[in-house]
């Protein structure tokens, strides 16, 4: 049995406000949006220097817009620990994941995330091509729950005490040790996928399985403890 460590305290909390299957997951995104725990995301938000967009399509985007479904994707990987729901999981984001994703959100939780997700997916464009990881166009969200775990293990708090108080140094860490980070969790991830394919050559069906399933999260965990003075 794969060991358990602090970085990834896994939860199953599936409770929604709007859970009916016949409603269309896009049209619950926008039932949510004049919910407490959206407004005072978007109050939260702009007393931070960005503009929540709570419904669908709201106007131009821009790197000071954010969005209600790239909170919810970033904050399910990183805080939450479950990249392979918040990739593989979008249509479910606001129906029965809806309260474990914001239930208890602060706006400053939700930009850290949404800062460290950005951060990942430019990264993943710019490290594209021939000598880039087969892996990497699936592992965004896996690199970014492993970064979110150790910016928090470096600062010394838990993910409950990030707040607008903390942010500012928050992420000049996470700027700081940006490559870095980057790069010591596409090592993880690759020797998690070792450990589960062995160095044999892995297709693209068996990345995108193995990404969508939970048990690399074991591997990496294992991982981080055989390699926990890697930074």
């Not at 479910?92 to 809806?98: A, G, S």
């Not at 592992?139 to 005490?161: E, R, V």
Request: charged share 20%.
């Amino acid at each position: 049995t794969p060991r358990a460590i602090t970085l990834f305290p896994y939860t199953t909390l599936f409770r929604s406000t709007y859970a009916t299957n016949s409603q269309n997951p896009v049209d619950l995104r926008d039932l949510h949006s004049n919910d407490d725990w959206q407004k005072n995301l978007e109050i939260g938000l702009k007393a931070l220097g960005y503009t929540y967009k709570r419904q669908r399509e709201e106007g131009p985007g821009g790197s000071h817009i954010i969005t209600s479904a790239v909170v919810a994707e970033a904050v399910l990987a990183i805080w939450r620990m479950k990249p392979q729901q918040a990739k593989f999981m979008r249509n479910e984001h606001f129906n029965k994941l809806y309260n474990e994703i914001f239930d208890g959100l602060n706006a400053a939780q939700a930009l850290l995330a949404v800062m460290i997700f950005r951060s990942v997916e430019n990264a993943r464009k710019r490290q594209s091509g021939e000598n880039a990881p087969a892996f990497l166009p699936y592992a965004s969200h896996y690199l970014s729950m492993f970064i979110g775990s150790k910016l928090l293990s470096d600062s010394n708090i838990d993910q409950k005490a990030i707040s607008h108080r903390n942010y500012s140094d928050l992420i000049a860490t996470f700027y700081k040790n940006e490559e870095h980070y980057l790069q010591t969790a596409i090592e993880l991830v690759s020797m998690a996928l070792d450990e589960l394919y062995g160095k044999d050559k892995i297709s693209l069906q068996q990345l995108a399985a193995t990404f969508r399933r939970g048990d690399l999260l074991f591997y990496m965990a294992d991982n981080i403890v055989k390699n926990q003075n890697c930074f």
